[in-house]
């Protein structure tokens, strides 16, 4: 039976923020902090660049607006000619409005599709997620470090060792 | 010299693409004048031939030609080119004590821990609204009959004027700006007087004074910002109408502050006054508050935009029409490209807004897209061709930021460089104090 990974239960978000960064500069990679509550100064403790999340954001709100500025174009001044109010077939002035919901709406969706593909959701199952102990604390009122085994500096002993000098009172190996 | 200072500095004159901006805009500015003026010249030509067609004694009813003769028919007087230059600076330097009264005003609304460490400066940047700004607006007020055309028009044959009273008559105009500035020392006095006796005593009832100030207070802020921006600065034509005029000045005056208030955080940290209460959160908010300002700034005077140009009612358009003549076409360009979409798009990515040196920077460049939102406001009734910097202007500019920047470091320099006993100040601190509450529960 393959173990999936080192987990660690800390009993406050200082000694798990404390952890983390043990964790970081021990060089880490395949490793995540799990907490019932968002912990600040957390992502700078586990050396997490920015999201690119923002990325997905921005392409949603520019593909929004130009599709909205190019239909409007496409309808009223090319596909089907209508002058309403004497006002010119096509201006930027009127176009904006709708142009500007469709970059709100878009972005909105880059975001979402943005933060579930980075995230690799949905999925139907995690390792993690058969551990009672893991289920009942990261909910409720533990914070808990888990390392893959998979990560290229995972090593039985050491990383034990690592965790424990880190004040974690509990360490279990969780299977896959 | 300081790095924020330098860069402040760059951000007006030195950096080489804002310089670039600046170049290519005095240049389209001469030509945008000169064209105008050849433009003008054919244009009298063709009127003068259409006026001799016209029958005799047919009236001139529209706007067009009532505004016409008194602009661009011969040279302003040196004492309305002065009190032109003048008001502008005035509103200029009034945005700034606005925008920090509304951010104090702010803080106690929400009940916002990140804005502690720069709170008492901007209470003293809003105290500056009374008396320094009330003396400085005296000139204003003897030179109004100069400055704002429906002083000397006759409500009998403007039925513009007549449609509106009695909001343009003397009485009127002076009783409103004399409430304004009662309303402005009443709330901001008020909100520094609390703030500054909780620094001896630490009660936690001055708290609550200042948010009764605060809950009452924005109310009476956005009447008097919005009488004042009628009074003062819409009033230069009296025919135009637009409910959204108030919230433009508004938005621009905060949108500059937050900017402003940025620069003097990172300027009072380095000098070492607010050095234990400034972290990079709180740059990083300031950020956000200037980045939610460029979007609203830019929404709201799309709207009035976008409303007039969608109505096309003359009483309106004229306003916008006279704007987009002669190089006000330039100055339009800036607040669209300049004011809005240059700081939007920088600002996106979250590194930008801790980046000191370019937020600095920002705010230098901000102050040259207010100023000149300003002169898009107010210059076109003097100057119909397009914006007239002279010396005027810089005198006007520099004497009164000079006394605005005096007035405030004596009151700064006179006082703890924030709240001493605010009851968030060590969550503003970043330092976790578990309240006694909890503590007994254990």
Redesign the interface.
């Known amino acids: 039976m393959n173990a999936y990974g080192l987990m660690a239960v800390f009993e406050t978000p200082a000694d798990a923020i404390h952890a983390a960064e043990k964790v970081r500069d021990a060089g880490y990679s395949k490793w995540d902090v799990h907490t019932p509550f968002p912990v600040h100064g957390m992502d700078a403790a586990m050396g997490l660049p ?1 999201s690119k999340v ?1 990325w997905f954001t ?1 392409l949603g709100g520019v593909t929004g607006y130009t599709s909205g500025m190019l239909m409007i174009w496409w309808m009223n001044a090319y596909d089907y000619k209508i002058v309403i ?3 010119p077939m096509f201006s930027p ?2 176009s ?2 709708v142009s500007y919901e469709l970059t709100i709406l878009l972005a909105s969706f880059g975001s979402l599709i943005g933060m579930f593909l980075l995230n690799r959701l949905p999925r139907l199952h995690h390792p993690l997620l058969k551990n009672r102990k893991f289920c009942a604390g990261a909910t409720h009122d533990k914070f808990i470090l888990v390392i893959e085994t998979a990560d290229p500096k995972f090593n039985d002993q050491e990383t034990r060792k690592l965790l424990a000098s880190a004040g974690s009172k509990h360490i279990e190996l969780v299977e896959d | 010299m300081t790095t924020p200072a330098f860069n402040f500095i760059s951000g007006l004159c030195r950096r080489s693409c804002v310089a670039a901006v600046v170049v290519a805009f005095a240049v389209a500015a001469l030509l945008g004048s000169r064209l105008t003026a050849a433009e003008h010249a054919e244009h009298a030509k063709a009127e003068t031939k259409a006026v001799q067609k016209a029958e005799a004694g047919h009236e001139g009813h529209d706007h067009g030609a009532g505004g016409c003769q008194g602009c661009c028919g011969d040279e302003p007087s040196e004492l309305k080119k002065f009190g032109y230059a003048y008001l502008t600076a005035y509103m200029f330097c009034l945005s700034f004590c606005l925008g920090a009264l509304f951010l104090v005003i702010l803080n106690h609304l929400f009940d916002a821990q990140w804005m502690l460490p720069i709170r008492r400066f901007l209470e003293h940047l809003a105290c500056q609204l009374f008396p320094t700004m009330a003396i400085l607006w005296i000139p204003i007020g003897i030179l109004a009959p100069k400055l704002y055309p429906w002083m000397t028009s006759d409500p009998a044959t403007d039925h513009a004027l007549a449609a509106k009273y009695p909001l343009f008559t003397i009485n009127f105009f002076y009783g409103i700006s004399l409430l304004i500035f009662l309303v402005w020392w009443f709330i901001s006095s008020g909100l520094r007087r609390a703030s500054l006796a909780q620094d001896k005593d630490g009660a936690a009832q001055h708290t609550r004074t200042m948010r009764k100030y605060a809950a009452g207070g924005i109310f009476c802020f956005a009447f008097s910002l919005t009488g004042a921006a009628i009074f003062w600065m819409k009033a230069l034509s009296h025919q135009f109408f637009s409910t959204m005029y108030g919230v433009v000045y508004f938005a621009g005056s905060v949108w500059v502050t937050v900017i402003t208030t940025y620069w003097l955080l990172l300027y009072f940290r380095n000098r070492g006054e607010l050095k234990d209460v400034t972290r990079e959160v709180t740059f990083h908010d300031c950020g956000k508050l200037f980045f939610a300002f460029t979007v609203f700034y830019a929404y709201i005077h799309f709207s009035q935009y976008f409303l007039i140009w969608n109505a096309a009612v003359p009483e309106e358009t004229f306003w916008y029409v006279a704007r987009e003549k002669g190089s006000w076409w330039w100055v339009g360009q800036l607040t669209i490209f300049g004011h809005f979409w240059m700081p939007f798009l920088m600002l996106l990515p979250i590194h930008r807004k801790l980046n000191l040196g370019f937020m600095s920077t920002m705010a230098g460049w901000a102050w040259v897209c207010h100023y000149l939102d300003l002169q898009f406001n107010i210059g076109p009734v003097l100057y119909p061709d397009g914006p007239h910097l002279g010396i005027y202007d810089v005198l006007c500019l520099s004497g009164l930021l000079a006394v605005i920047i005096f007035r405030f470091t004596s009151a700064f320099n006179a006082h703890p460089p924030y709240p001493q006993r605010d009851p968030r100040v060590a969550e503003s601190m970043g330092v976790y104090v578990e309240p006694a509450a909890s503590k007994a529960a254990h």
């Open positions: 920015n923002g921005f109010g004497g006002k002035f009127f904006f409005p």
